[in-house]
């Protein structure tokens, strides 16, 4: 894993914290946090089986706006296809260096905005985008993964 990503996974728990004296009672959302990083850490590796096991059987996946040259797959629904489009849409894309903007957990839901930079593999041309990542979880599974993203 890439010092960048590294940085960016770790810094997710203090972008949670920044600001909130009351961060200590947020058990849910403390766990709620914890979980999407091993989710990036899985990312991050390529570990597809490590991601699926954090998934709900009908996990929901939606992107929108993505620059057209990165070829997303941007719509799937349930483990297998969400894990195709996964796969489809990271081995599109290279030296990915996120930098987390923000993080906002409340219950069941949390929101990841970042800005990113990184290479399209097909061209071999930067890009730099925008990012806001919605992730909710159900019993302790991510069941709905949506991005918006913009350059």
Request: aromatic share 8%; charged share 20%; proline share 3%.
């Amino acid at each position: 894993m890439s010092q960048s990503l590294q940085t960016f996974i770790d810094h997710l728990s203090t972008a949670f914290e920044a600001g909130d004296p009351g961060v200590g009672a947020k058990t849910l959302e403390s766990a709620n946090v914890h979980r999407l990083q091993e989710l990036y850490r899985a990312f991050a590796r390529g570990d597809f089986d490590a991601i699926v096991a954090t998934t709900a059987d009908d996990i929901e996946l939606e992107i929108v706006g993505p620059p057209a040259e990165l070829g997303f797959v941007c719509q799937a629904k349930g483990r297998t296809d969400v894990l195709a489009a996964l796969q489809q849409n990271f081995s599109q894309v290279e030296d990915q260096q996120p930098e987390t903007l923000s993080l906002v957990a409340q219950g069941d839901s949390v929101v990841v905005i970042a800005r990113e930079t990184g290479k399209v593999r097909a061209t071999g041309s930067s890009y730099e985008l925008h990012w806001v990542q919605l992730f909710q979880f159900r019993d302790g599974k991510v069941a709905v993964m949506r991005e918006f993203t913009g350059a």
